[in-house]
Structure formats: C-alpha cells, structure tokens
C-alpha cells in the first residue's frame, strides 16, 4: 500500500501552496488564505471519484470510524459487529465511544462471515462493520440484506481497499458509511488522515460537526457558531490535506500498476499445486494492494511462510502469529485493559475473547499468506520476486 514510494513534487507543490500562505487550519482566515481550501478540495474530489454525496476528512482512519460510528448515532451500549481479522482501529473506535465490539468469524474471503453476523445479533446490534482487508472486499450483498432486515447500518471499513469496487460500486460507498484512512502505508497517504463517505445528508451533516467540536459551521464568525450537540477534535491540517489532494490525482495510476505486479505473482503461484487463492465475492473487483493465498494446512503455511523469508522475499505476511491484524495478537482486548475504568456497558456485554470459539477463523488465518504489492518495484523485480516466491512454495509442498 504504497503512497508513500511516489511521494513527490506534485506533492511538495500543494504543501508549498499552503505554507506559503500559512494557513494551516482547514477553517476560516478567509483574507489570509489565498483561495487555498486544501481539505475542501480533497473533499470535493473524493466524493466525486467515490460517487458519492458527500465525504468528511478528519485526522486518521480511525477518527474516521470513530466519527462515522458517532454520526449514525451510536452510543453506550449499542453493539457493534466485527471481525477477527481486522486492524486494532475496528474496536477502538467503537470502545471510544462506550459501544461494544462484538467479534465474529471470518470466511475465505478473509472479511465477515455472514452466517456468523446472523449468529449474532441482538436487541443491542446497531451495527455491522465489515473490514476489506488486504485489498479484497467482504460479501457486500448478503450483508446488506442482513442490515435491511434487522434494520442495522452498514459501516464499510475500506482503509485496505481503496480503489475496489463491488457490484460496480466503489468500496465504502455500497453500504450507509464507508471509511478510508491516508496514514503512512495506506495506497494512498495524507501522512496521517482519514475519510468518511456517504449520501446520507443526516449522518454527513453530523460528521461535519462532531469531528470539530460540534460547531454548526454556519457563518463566517467561528466564536459565534452554535453547538446543536457535543463534538470533539478530528480535524485534519491543510498541511496533511494539500498531500492527499496530489496523492489522490494518483490513485488510478497506482491501481494500474499493483494490478499489473499482482497478476504477475499470481500467475506464478496458479503454478504451484497446493496453492489457492482468498475468494472474491461475486461481483467484486480488488485493488490489488496484496495478494492472499491458502496452503494446505497450518504447518506447512508456517514451513512456507519461513521458505519466503529464508529465500529473501520481503513483505510476505503470516497475520495468524506474527503480527497484530488477528485477534491472537489482541491479548489487551481479550483481558479488557484499559488505562481507566470501562463503562458497565462494556463490562457487563463483551464477550468473553479468552474463551469463545474462533476456531472457524483459525482455520483460515493459519493458512493465509499475504504479498503487500509494491508499486517500486522494476518488471525485473517482480519477476524475480515471482520466481523465488514459487520455488520457496514448492520446495515445502513437493
Ligand atoms: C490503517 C487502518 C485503519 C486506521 O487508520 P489510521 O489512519 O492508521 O488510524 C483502520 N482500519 C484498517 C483496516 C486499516 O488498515
């Protein structure tokens, strides 16, 4: 998800723009701005290229939830349905609000089950937060179904598949909410930031403000604005907004070339028997940021997961022990510690993580690898990166 391999001097342009001018707030100082409304501008932009209504930029992903959760109306109490494979922002953003996470399996789609949300649900679920991880999308229509009959919002977690599409329909704007984040790593980056898209005018109206203090933003004296109900800060910077606007005129050309790396590697692992391949809902398109494959059992993903490394291939990941994207990762979320107290609310409905069965998603995660796409990479690379990528594989599995 590499943003930051093209940062350059359409970037260093918008950012000067704004430092020339020294308004770094997104708000007000109208004489002194020279025309420049960075975060305004990505807005505008954004909605358009995401087909949508309306889009609010705050300071990262995870305000993004957190202000999308918020703008639904989502409170103490209110339950949340997640998966278990998923950034840490997913429960965060929901525990900041005094709601409650509540986690279900994955499939071999790597995002929500949609038998297990069913499973789920209770006269306490307001929401369902699917999570596109790794560059491919949850299955979007059995969801949607699920919120219409239980009258549930759909929150689209599209931070790791910007650029996808689902139906035709870019993800995050299939379903009531959908959030980006633009921090470092992301495919494309403000070098922090986030997004929130949506058509509905009610839920964009109250992003508006509560990610800046709850202020109405009616007229042109800001000390002077009413409150119509509690906010607080997620503003982003004009300075981090500049960036994103040269970064976000390179999306598509991004998109083209991890395609083009991705249906390299690909091509080479289709070779491989043993090997298999994440499922794309019907009707989804990726974008291409990683490619995810299944080996036979989780032993021999972890011999393969060691061949790679060993062979020099870089930036193959193994999330069900390595790292922090799965819920074995999550010991301080499984033991509840927080700093302060926790609402009741938390306390009293959150599953207890220590002993519920996940063993559906453990099937799954202990045989996933993940390639991150790189968009640097030359076509010699990528075809050598191919080639030892299939001869480390096969060397586990003949
Ligand atoms: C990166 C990410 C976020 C949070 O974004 P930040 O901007 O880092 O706060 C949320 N969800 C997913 C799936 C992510 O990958």
């Known amino acids: 998800m590499p943003g930051f391999e093209i940062f350059g001097a359409e970037e260093r342009k918008q950012v000067n723009e704004v430092l020339e001018t020294g308004v770094l707030m997104r708000y007000g100082f109208d004489g002194m701005r020279n025309n420049h409304w960075k975060a305004k501008e990505f807005e505008t932009a954004f909605a358009k290229r995401m087909g949508l209504e309306y889009c609010q930029?705050?300071?990262?992903?995870?305000?993004?939830?957190?202000?999308?959760?918020?703008?639904?109306?989502?409170?103490?109490?209110?339950?949340?349905i997640m998966p278990t494979f998923t950034f840490v922002a997913s429960f965060e953003s929901i525990l900041a609000l005094g709601a409650v996470p509540i986690l279900v399996d994955i499939d071999d789609t790597l995002t929500l089950s949609p038998k297990a949300v069913e499973a789920a649900i209770t006269s306490k679920t307001k929401c369902?937060?699917?999570?596109?991880?790794?560059?491919?999308?949850?299955?979007?229509?059995?969801?949607?179904?699920?919120?219409?009959?239980?009258?549930?919002i759909l929150l689209e977690d599209a931070c790791q598949a910007i650029g996808g599409t689902y139906d035709g329909k870019p993800l995050g704007s299939y379903g009531d909410l959908g959030?980006?984040?633009?921090?470092?790593?992301?495919?494309?980056t403000c070098g922090e930031g986030g997004a929130i898209i949506t058509n509905n005018e009610k839920y964009a109206l109250n992003a508006d403000h509560y990610q800046d203090h709850g202020h109405d933003h009616v007229g042109k004296d800001r000390g002077a604005e009413t409150h119509p109900f509690l906010g607080y800060n997620f503003r982003i910077s004009e300075l981090n907004a500049?960036?994103?606007?040269a970064q976000l005129n390179k999306l598509d050309?991004?998109?083209?070339?991890?395609?083009?790396?991705?249906?390299?590697?690909?091509?080479?692992?289709?070779?491989?028997?043993?090997?298999?391949?994440?499922?794309?809902?019907?009707?989804?398109?990726?974008?291409?940021?990683?490619?995810?494959?299944?080996?036979?059992?989780?032993?021999?993903?972890?011999?393969?997961?060691?061949?790679?490394?060993?062979?020099?291939?870089?930036?193959?990941?193994?999330?069900?022990?390595?790292?922090?994207?799965?819920?074995?990762?999550?010991?301080h979320l499984r033991n509840l510690k927080s700093l302060g107290n926790l609402s009741s609310e938390?306390?009293?409905?959150?599953?207890?993580?220590?002993?519920?069965?996940?063993?559906?998603?453990?099937?799954?995660?202990?045989?996933?690898?993940?390639?991150?796409?790189?968009?640097?990479?030359?076509?010699?690379?990528?075809?050598?990166?191919?080639?030892?990528?299939?001869?480390?594989?096969?060397?586990?599995?003949?």
């Open 57 to 80: 930029l705050v300071s990262s992903g995870t305000a993004a939830l957190t202000v999308a959760l918020s703008s639904a109306g989502i409170g103490a109490g209110d339950e949340v």
């Open 128 to 152: 369902v937060m699917p999570v596109h991880m790794c560059g491919s999308m949850a299955d979007l229509k059995a969801l949607k179904t699920i919120c219409e009959k239980h009258n549930l």
């Open 242 to 245: 500049a960036v994103g606007v």
């Open 253 to 331: 050309e991004i998109l083209k070339t991890q395609k083009q790396n991705y249906s390299i590697l690909r091509k080479a692992l289709e070779t491989v028997e043993g090997v298999t391949f994440r499922r794309v809902p019907e009707g989804g398109v990726e974008n291409y940021s990683f490619l995810n494959f299944f080996l036979p059992t989780e032993e021999l993903t972890k011999k393969a997961h060691k061949a790679l490394s060993e062979a020099g291939v870089d930036a193959c990941f193994y999330w069900y022990t390595n790292n922090w994207h799965y819920i074995n990762g999550w010991e």
């Open 179 to 188: 959030c980006f984040s633009f921090d470092y790593v992301k495919t494309i």
């Open 346 to 398: 938390v306390k009293n409905q959150m599953q207890d993580l220590n002993n519920t069965d996940f063993s559906k998603s453990d099937a799954v995660m202990s045989r996933t690898i993940s390639s991150l796409i790189k968009i640097g990479w030359t076509e010699i690379q990528v075809s050598d990166r191919a080639e030892a990528m299939k001869n480390a594989i096969n060397s586990i599995l003949s």
